[in-house]
């Protein structure tokens, strides 16, 4: 069956230091995957998407790697600030029968800065 | 300003009752998706639809219904055949297919 997988025990960090989360995902062949932020009682906020021929992508003190080989994509977060302090989502696009694609995301991994 | 809104924030159903949440956008969007989210899971895929008069079911339709009248509104019905409703409702829109999705604020709907 097809599973994405994130971390599901809270990451703990102190302010300065690089967060990483990671998205591992089985029986998939995503041409794309994004990752969202979500604060509590909030709805999701886009952050970045990588496609599949990508290695990398950044967004300022954001970066994501995709390794189709692994199965495998790693967000950085550098030089973390508290309010970075979220939910991180990964979401991986999954064809449906009629041509289309859907977004199936993981549970979230819960990142917390500490100053 | 653009975006999306789900209406009401709160909403309380009674057991045998029908209640409609409310989505709309006004980005332009083609695509509309409603999601649920339990507790400490992911996002669940009910419905979504590409374009006006047409939708297709998610992962978990069941109990659940929609329409797609109009290109900025998309509300979902949760019926009384639905009996464990209660959860946090999340619409979102896209320009199409692999596309970033937006992200409505939610409802929280509880059983009374």
């Known amino acids: 069956s097809q599973k994405i997988e994130q971390n599901s025990e809270a990451l703990n960090i102190q302010e300065g230091k690089t967060a990483t989360l990671t998205c591992n995902y089985t029986?998939?062949?995503?041409?794309?995957l994004q990752w969202y932020r979500q604060d509590p009682g909030r709805g999701p906020v886009f952050l970045l998407l990588?496609?599949?021929?990508?290695k990398e992508k950044r967004k300022e003190r954001l970066k994501v790697t995709f390794d189709t080989t692994l199965k495998q994509s790693l967000f950085h977060i550098t030089a973390s600030q508290p309010a970075d302090s979220a939910t991180y989502l990964c979401a991986l696009d999954e064809a449906t029968g009629s041509g289309y694609s859907t977004l199936t995301f993981g549970k979230g991994t819960m990142l917390l800065v500490s100053p | 300003d653009g975006g999306i809104t789900q209406s009401p924030k709160y909403l309380f159903r009674k057991e045998g009752q029908n209640v409609t949440l409310s989505c709309e956008q006004n980005?332009?969007?083609?695509?509309m998706y409603w999601y649920r989210q339990d507790p400490g899971q992911g996002l669940r895929l009910i419905y979504y639809?590409?374009?006006?008069?047409?939708?297709q079911k998610g992962d978990i339709a069941e109990g659940y219904s929609v329409s797609r009248e109009k290109k900025e509104s998309f509300p979902l019905t949760v019926t009384s055949a639905q009996k464990n409703p209660t959860a946090f409702y999340l619409c979102?829109?896209?320009?199409?297919?692999?596309?970033?999705?937006?992200f409505g604020s939610g409802t929280q709907l509880s059983v009374l």
């Open positions: 980005l332009n969007h083609d695509a």
């Open positions: 639809s590409q374009i006006v008069n047409d939708f």
């Open positions: 029986n998939y062949s995503p041409a794309y």
């Open positions: 979102a829109s896209s320009r199409g297919r692999s596309e970033k999705l937006f």
């Open positions: 990588i496609r599949e021929n990508e």
